[in-house]
């Protein structure tokens, strides 16, 4: 029954992201802005579509921001920065408030954290921290549930600089 269930949730999300696409057509979600084949400040904007192309993950987990275990579906950071054609050592995550915080790439394995866009089956707005929200999986490793953590999962993601 849990499979089906989740198959479920992992179908509303997407169905909610191209709702979100057909919503926000060629709107920018997310731009990364680095070194592109040698060439420094190159940037590279997702619309929602671009993302939903990606490989998706899904995880159950507690957070301190809300109630009860939630379900996150999103891409992972490690997917985002590949497909965009960047590396680094340090990601600096900017919010739509221009509230930032630094990410350093060895903190993160390849599956977390997600860029999660849909929160239990349902595009994330604004209101909600989204439609972007940095999520790791806080239940499955204590190393997660730290303050320097909770302060990396930055919401209302828009931006993110890849610095050497």
Do not use: C
């Amino acid at each position: 029954m849990a499979p089906r269930l989740t198959r479920r949730i992992v179908l509303a999300a997407l169905t909610s992201l191209a709702a979100m696409t057909a919503a926000q057509a060629d709107t920018p979600l997310l731009t990364l802005t680095g070194t592109v084949d040698g060439k420094p400040g190159t940037s590279v904007t997702f619309d929602a579509a671009a993302l939903a192309a990606l490989p998706q993950i899904t995880f159950t987990t507690s957070t301190v921001w809300t109630e009860g275990p939630q379900e996150f579906t999103g891409v992972s950071l490690g997917a985002v920065l590949r497909a965009a054609g960047m590396t680094g050592a340090l990601l600096e995550a900017y919010a739509a408030n221009d509230y930032s915080v630094e990410i350093p790439v060895e903190d993160w394995p390849e599956n977390a954290p997600i860029i999660a866009h849909s929160r239990n089956g349902t595009a994330m707005s604004l209101r909600d921290k989204g439609p972007l929200w940095i999520v790791y999986p806080y239940d499955s490793d204590p190393a997660y549930r730290s303050e320097v953590i909770y302060t990396r999962s930055i919401w209302q993601l828009e931006r993110i600089e890849v610095r050497p």
